[in-house]
């Protein structure tokens, strides 16, 4: 039998939390971002879920390059734009829409050899100091571009640094509104926070919106409000089971370094979940996980290949139980990725992407 833990993709939460962006940005068209692997789901496993999207944006040609041979022939977005003269090429071959944010991009255009021009998203920095032509230098990028043959339609771009804060979007929107005001083109401006957030009070425009991680189902403005309050369903569960169980007495500590002592007798189940799973080596004592279901915490060290779980609460269960470090529970129940991440000092984006060559990934 193979060790057991497994992380699984959930198509039906896919497809809810994808008409859940929808019904917040009603007129804009949806790109679902699945760089990274679909935020480490797996392209292939999310394609089911996401494909009534109407675009698909990505960094990597080669994940490009998936979805075309996963049957997909609607627009596919290079947020990064391409990164050298044969990626030009292949935008030509597979029919990739790019972003342009750099004067080297616009070089490599005028030099590519193509007979059909290329669909392009112009990019601004309007604040985040990334990519992006600052909105003195974008009017001539606009016009140097407009003039090559091998440009189709320009699209216009920006990106959002705190659509998550209180800071909000009203600057930068404002500086792309007044550069790009008298430009033709489509707009792209929100990622989740912005669309959650901006897009409903008329904050922000855009005829395209640019949602990741809301569409797999972990918040983007966590603590300040969780997936249920957004109406988000997770879409990556990590489950595993517990292989041993030990019973404390008062006194006894557990796993490397010591770091939890029981004050009084307790019996504690040993998962098949560590550090080298992509389980964050940071997560505290206390941290949240569900045996069978229910809600307990972990105690001491994650060690590599394994962690210590208070089973206090968790009587029935025992060795062999199922369980939930992340995600939905077999029985439903939901543990949202946001709490352990926040537990480990970091944030549910990174959790996903983190998860290890050696979990397997199950599409349900
Ligand atoms: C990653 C990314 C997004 C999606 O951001 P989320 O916060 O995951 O919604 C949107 N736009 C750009 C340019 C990105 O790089």
């Known amino acids: 039998m193979p060790r057991p833990i497994q992380a699984f993709v959930h198509t039906d939460a896919l497809r809810h939390n994808l008409e859940r962006v929808r019904a917040a940005a009603p007129d804009a068209r949806v790109w679902a971002v699945v760089k990274a692997n679909a935020y480490g789901h797996g392209i292939a496993h999310v394609f089911e879920g996401l494909r009534g999207a109407d675009g698909f944006a990505l960094l990597d040609l080669d994940e490009a390059q998936r979805m075309r041979s996963l049957g997909w022939r609607g627009p596919i977005l290079l947020l990064e734009g391409v990164f050298d003269m044969r990626d030009l090429e292949l935008c030509s071959r597979l029919d990739l829409w790019h972003t342009v944010h750099c004067d080297e991009q616009v070089d490599m255009l005028s030099a590519h050899k193509t007979q059909v021009p290329h669909r392009i998203f112009l990019k601004m920095n309007s604040g ?41 979007v009203a600057e930068q929107m404002r500086v792309f509104t007044k550069t790009t005001e008298d430009l033709p083109g489509e707009r792209t401006t929100c990622n989740s926070a912005g669309l959650l957030r901006h897009a409903s009070d008329g904050a922000v425009a855009a005829d395209w919106v640019r949602p990741g991680i809301a569409l797999y189902g972990s918040s983007p403005d966590f603590p300040e409000r969780n997936i249920a309050q957004w109406d988000l369903q997770p879409t990556l569960s990590l489950r595993s089971r517990l292989i041993a169980t030990q019973d404390l007495q008062a006194g006894d500590s557990v796993g490397y370094g010591s770091t939890f002592t029981a004050d009084t007798p307790m019996r504690i189940g040993i998962v098949a979940c560590g550090y080298a799973d992509g389980y964050p080596r940071h997560c505290p004592t206390g941290t949240p996980v569900m045996v069978d279901g229910v809600r307990t915490r972990t105690l001491g060290r994650v060690s590599m290949d394994m962690i210590a779980l208070d089973l206090t609460s968790c009587a029935d269960s025992g060795h062999g139980s199922e369980v939930t470090l992340w995600g939905k529970s077999s029985s439903g129940s939901v543990l949202p990725i946001d709490e352990v991440a926040q537990a480990a000092g970091t944030v549910g984006y990174e959790l996903m992407c983190a998860l290890s060559g050696r979990v397997g990934i199950t599409q349900d």
């Open 128 to 168: 985040m100091n990334r990519l992006g032509f600052t909105p003195a230098r974008f009017r001539s990028a606009w016009t140097r571009l407009n003039q090559l043959p091998q440009v189709d339609e320009i699209s216009l771009a920006t990106h959002f640094s705190d659509a998550d804060g209180p800071k909000g």
